[in-house]
């Protein structure tokens, strides 16, 4: 079974700082990863994916992530933030075989708050 | 086009009652997922199907049922309420398997006093 380890429970930063959260995920095989967002009061949308390909994704609003397969890592960048990114950061991932893909597993979530 | 559709958005419901969460997509998914949200759990899986007429088991499925008469409609009910399940429900559907993102409704807030 797969599962996601998001490690981060809360950030706290300031305006115009970098932010890097955390994402591992345990599974042997081909997965595709997701990142998604909760902004207070609504419900998740998607962040960006990684299906194949270059490992570099780009998302909406700034966000990037990298895959490193040999650390089963997608950790989620961002350059500068601004206040309107506080929110909830989810990771998720999706093997692509057996019959754990018809399920997206989800981490714990990460809480950002950005300061103004 | 609506994308999924969740009612109602709020409720309370008393120990013991029973109640039926609606979802609806209009995109014509296949795929189609019933999450609970728990502060600092993150979204655990109640119940997913996979097409009309085929439901099966996510990680948290007690106390709750589910059925899939339709493509369109994934209906969760909760039978015997218990505060347990005082939580925030998430319904969901993507195309296939393996294939796209999840499309998430609004969220409907329970409460079981």
């Known amino acids: 079974a797969q599962s996601v380890s998001q490690h981060n429970h809360h950030v706290i930063l300031s305006e115009a700082a970098s932010l890097e959260l955390g994402c591992n995920y345990s599974?042997?095989?081909?997965?595709?990863l997701f990142w998604y967002v909760q902004y207070p009061g609504q419900h998740l949308q998607l962040l960006l994916k990684y299906f194949s390909g270059d490992p570099l994704v780009k998302g909406i609003k700034g966000f990037e992530a990298e895959f490193i397969k040999s650390k089963f890592s997608f950790n989620l960048r961002k350059p500068s933030v601004q206040w309107s990114d506080t929110a909830e950061y989810f990771c998720a991932v999706n093997a692509k075989s057996s019959g754990s893909a018809r399920q997206l597993t989800f981490g714990s979530g990460t809480q950002l708050t950005v300061l103004p | 086009n609506a994308g999924v559709t969740q009612t109602p958005k709020f409720r309370i419901l008393k120990i013991g009652q029973s109640m039926t969460l609606q979802c609806a997509q209009d995109m014509n998914h296949n795929y189609m997922y019933w999450y609970r949200q728990d502060p600092g759990m993150g979204l655990k899986l109640i119940y997913y199907?996979?097409?009309?007429?085929?439901?099966d088991k996510g990680e948290v499925p007690n106390g709750y049922n589910v059925s899939r008469s339709t493509t369109e409609d994934f209906p969760l009910r909760l039978e015997l309420a218990a505060p347990s399940q005082t939580s925030v429900y998430f319904c969901a559907s993507r195309k296939g398997q393996g294939v796209g993102e999840l499309f998430f409704g609004e969220g409907s807030r329970l409460t079981v006093l």
């Open positions: 599974y042997g095989g081909t997965v595709n």
């Open positions: 199907s996979v097409g009309a007429g085929i439901t």
